[in-house]
């Protein structure tokens, strides 16, 4: 069977290993790249981030990853902030007292501070994500499986919403839109149903 042609679109502003490390333990011809053949030729395209996405978003401009990215053909898994990089802005910046930063504007919906009275930011560890079985990366997943977070800011529920956790409020845990698919959660830190979520995605 021929190996999956995975590229992990190297931002600049990320940490690439785990991802890396995850995608060849599912035996995956995977290379960390921001070269246009690299990106055109894989089979699967990740976008990864941990971060701000103020510097992500300045990043892959410089790059000219952007028209890339919104045009790709291919499945693509945006993880954590790259995640939120399909969204259409982020409001991250405006900690800052600047503007909402333009994101690519591939799924529905802003990313803003998260509102959960009486709990802590950042949301950190385990937590359930519901689905009802429509995404295929959730097949043989069951709805109220547990994966790993890190985040702080949260992508509105909209109609590309897929699958929700609930921390304070209920935020987009996964989202699809044709071949761009999202985790809010880091499935490469989230043991072997992490796993097999990835093992998903390489099936497609």
Same mark, same amino acid.
């Given at each position: ?5 995975? $590229?992990? =679109? ?19 011809? +995977? #290379? ?6 690299? =990106? @055109?030729?894989?089979?699967? &395209? #990740? ?12 990043? #892959?401009? /410089? ?15 945006? =993880? +954590? ?10 409001? /991250? ?5 600047? /503007?909402?930063?333009? +994101?690519?504007? #591939?799924?529905?919906?802003?990313? @803003? &501070? ?6 802590? &930011? ?7 994500? /519901?689905?009802?079985?429509? +995404?295929?990366?959730?097949?043989? =997943?069951?709805?109220?499986?547990? %994966? ?9 529920? $909209?109609?590309?919403?897929?699958? $929700? ?11 699809? @839109?044709?071949? %761009?698919?999202?985790?809010? %959660? ?11 979520? &990835? ?6």
């Amino acid at each position: 069977m021929t190996k999956q042609k995975v $590229t992990i =679109i190297d931002t600049g502003v990320a940490n690439l290993s785990s991802v890396l490390f995850a995608m060849n333990r599912l035996d995956a011809d +995977c #290379i960390i790249s921001a070269k246009e053949s690299d =990106i @055109r030729n894989a089979d699967k &395209l #990740i976008l990864p981030g941990v971060g701000s996405a103020v510097a992500a978003m300045a990043s #892959i401009r /410089e790059r000219h990853l952007d028209d890339l990215i919104v045009n790709s053909h291919q499945p693509l898994l945006g =993880i +954590c902030l790259g995640m939120q990089m399909l969204a259409g802005f982020s409001e /991250e910046s405006m900690s800052q007292g600047t /503007e909402a930063v333009k +994101c690519l504007g #591939i799924v529905d919906g802003g990313v @803003r &501070l998260m509102k959960v009275p009486g709990l802590v &930011l950042p949301h950190m560890g385990w937590d359930q994500v /519901e689905h009802d079985g429509s +995404c295929p990366l959730f097949k043989d =997943i069951p709805s109220g499986s547990y %994966f790993y977070y890190v985040h702080s800011y949260a992508l509105d529920v $909209t109609g590309h919403t897929v699958a $929700t956790t609930t921390y304070g409020q209920t935020f987009s845990a996964v989202v699809n @839109r044709n071949n %761009f698919f999202g985790t809010q %959660f880091h499935p490469e830190k989230s043991g072997p149903i992490g796993h097999k979520l &990835l093992k998903n995605f390489l099936d497609l």
